[in-house]
């Protein structure tokens, strides 16, 4: 039924990883950047204050360093921008007054008006995850290794024949319901379903609404009818405030009871987690005598979310998301590189969820939306 004949069986949804492995054979990508190459070896740590606060450096090239030592060894190249592509590269950093004016400040114009002083150098394009990835890519530009944590390279278990079955009834039903939603467009919208896996119940769902509000997109629309469905079906008996401190009292005395139960050689990663495992989701929903926000759920979509759906479902603690179409154009669990259209490889989230496509295209969405299963 889905990306295939519908006699057939389906296939399994790809999992999308937080971290994808580089071939061997595949070259590094590289961004171009303009770097000063000859710079006194004197002036490196104040030139290198003053090119911080000039501007902000790229977040997706956090992972590489901004100098390094140049082939002579008296001096010191400095990265100073990434390139625009203009074929000069003393022109491009002329054209930002005050980072020329930091460079003329620090080595003085004879050394900043050399046009030999400027040049542009490939640096890579993304943080290595292995030794032998850092290793390669010093040998274009020093960069900082980062190591994948075990669970973000993990990978995902075989589903069972009733996960399968599980998965393309619910997102079978995604695509039907966005079609039969569709009436303006030849185009099939987007339908967002929350389901607890646990018991197969639909929690919430939604269509594309962005016609009528631009912050009404399925899966925001599906996260707010959860929330509601949510609110009448517990009722406050406790004041809001009231749940708030009993939590935080708890949190704390949990966090006292770890601490003082804790061996003399954890680390303290070790004990965060230890605490982190007493205050989760789970805990909480114990704790509250309800759901917290979709802490376990799952959402199954039509269509890829964007950036600020996907987001949505980070802050409401979804633990899988599912989508028939990816979207090249503005979805964002589903690029290439980490970090790169895929949000879910952002480390600095505080929760991340496993993401599945079935690379289903506009004519696979059509075929399930007039299938009869």
């Given amino acids: 039924l889905l990306g295939g004949s519908m ?11 937080r971290v994808i492995a580089r071939d061997a054979n595949e ?12 710079v006194p070896v004197r002036a490196t740590a104040g030139l290198l204050g003053d090119v911080r606060a000039h501007g902000a450096w790229p977040s997706a090239l956090a992972h590489v360093k901004r100098a390094r030592k140049a082939p002579d060894g008296a001096h010191t190249m400095i ?21 020329a ?43 900082s290794l980062v190591v994948a944590n075990p669970h973000e390279v993990m990978p995902v278990p075989a589903a ?29 919208g987007n339908c967002a379903i929350i389901v607890d896996p646990a018991s197969g119940e639909e929690i919430a769902r939604a269509v594309d609404e962005s016609e009528m509000h631009p912050l009404r997109h399925a899966a925001l629309a599906a996260v707010d009818y959860a929330a509601k469905r949510d609110v009448a079906t517990y009722p406050e008996t406790v004041g809001v405030q009231a749940q708030i401190d009993e939590r935080r009292a708890e949190k704390l005395a949990r966090g006292v009871a770890v601490v003082a139960d804790d061996d003399e050689d954890d680390s303290n990663d070790v004990k965060k987690r ?12 114990e704790l509250m005598g309800r759901p917290y926000l979709c802490t376990g759920y799952d959402a199954f979509l039509a269509r890829e979310p964007c950036v600020m759906c996907a987001m949505a479902l980070v802050h409401s603690r979804l633990k899988r998301v599912f989508f028939a179409a990816p979207n090249a154009e503005t979805g964002a669990l589903s ?30 969405l059509r075929a399930i939306a007039d299938s009869t299963h």
């Fill in 7 to 17: 006699r057939a069986p389906p296939p399994p949804p790809r999992a999308i990883p």
């Fill in 27 to 38: 070259p590094i990508a590289t961004v171009t950047c303009v770097a000063l190459t000859r």
């Fill in 79 to 99: 990265l100073l921008a990434v390139a625009r592509g203009e074929g000069d590269a003393k022109g491009e950093i002329d054209a930002l007054d005050a980072l």
């Fill in 101 to 143: 004016g930091a460079v003329r400040a620090r080595c003085g114009d004879g050394t900043a008006d050399d046009a030999g002083a400027f040049a542009y150098v490939e640096v890579p394009a993304s943080a290595p995850s292995t030794k032998d990835e850092w290793d390669e890519a010093n040998e274009m530009w020093p960069v």
């Fill in 160 to 188: 069972t024949a009733e996960e399968e079955a599980y998965a393309v009834r619910w997102m079978t039903a995604a695509v039907k319901a966005a079609a039969e939603a569709t009436t303006t467009s030849t185009t099939i």
């Fill in 274 to 285: 230890k605490r982190d495992a007493g205050t989760n989701g789970a805990t909480v929903t």
């Fill in 335 to 364: 690029g290439d590189r980490a970090g790169v259209r895929r949000l879910h490889s952002v480390r600095s989230l505080n929760h991340h969820y496993q993401v599945f496509s079935y690379d289903v295209d506009e004519d696979g």
